[in-house]
């Protein structure tokens, strides 16, 4: 699998000018973040892996000068975001009733497991061992653009995925809604 060139971008905050649309701005007018396309970097004998300039151009001004990153639930490979995401993440358990089995385990699941990954001075970062692990990621690393989110996989296990959730979708014939922008 070849590395691909992709983006992440940062939208919205501010006032729009004239002419510009205004669609990714929230209703705070905070940036939002997103992340797009899929590049494979290596990782070195140390567990560093670069993480892609448009992904940390898009983290640009948050509280924590890094990512979050925690196995999946559901797939061999990591998750990743933004602190921000994380502080959105944690909100939405917090509506969950407090003693709740499912906010327990959702708790347990993401936060008990997250690590906060600061980037070093080339934009890398050290996946810890049991995140490695747990996506078999030993010398190639990809980092998969998810919208708001982003995922790190062993590449030849994500190219299986990919396949195999393309033939889903269209064995599903998979329809998505757009919402409005006041919506």
């Known amino acids: 699998m070849h590395s691909q060139r992709g983006t992440a971008a940062a939208i919205g905050g501010g ?11 929230s209703v705070l007018g905070a940036k939002v973040v997103l992340f797009l396309s899929t590049f494979i970097n290596k990782v070195d004998r140390k567990g560093r ?10 983290l640009a001004g948050q509280v924590f000068n890094g990512i979050v990153a925690f196995r999946s ?17 944690s909100d939405s358990i917090d509506e969950l009733e407090l003693f709740s089995e499912a906010r327990d385990d959702l708790a347990s699941t993401i936060f008990a497991d997250a690590h906060q990954l600061p980037f070093d001075g080339e934009g890398r970062v050290i996946l810890p ?14 980092f998969i653009g998810r919208g708001a989110t982003f995922q790190i996989w062993e590449p030849d296990a994500f190219a299986t995925h990919q396949d195999e959730a393309r033939a889903r979708t269209r064995a599903h014939g998979a329809t998505l809604r757009l919402r409005r922008p006041d919506e």
């Open 15 to 25: 006032t729009p000018r004239k002419g510009e649309a205004s669609e990714h701005s």
């Open 73 to 89: 639930y559901r797939q061999a490979a990591i998750e990743g975001c933004g602190i921000d995401r994380m502080a959105r993440l």
């Open 129 to 142: 061992p049991l995140l490695a692990e747990h996506a078999g990621i030993t010398e190639m690393a990809a």
């Open 49 to 58: 892996v670069s993480v892609p300039a448009p992904f940390r151009a898009a």
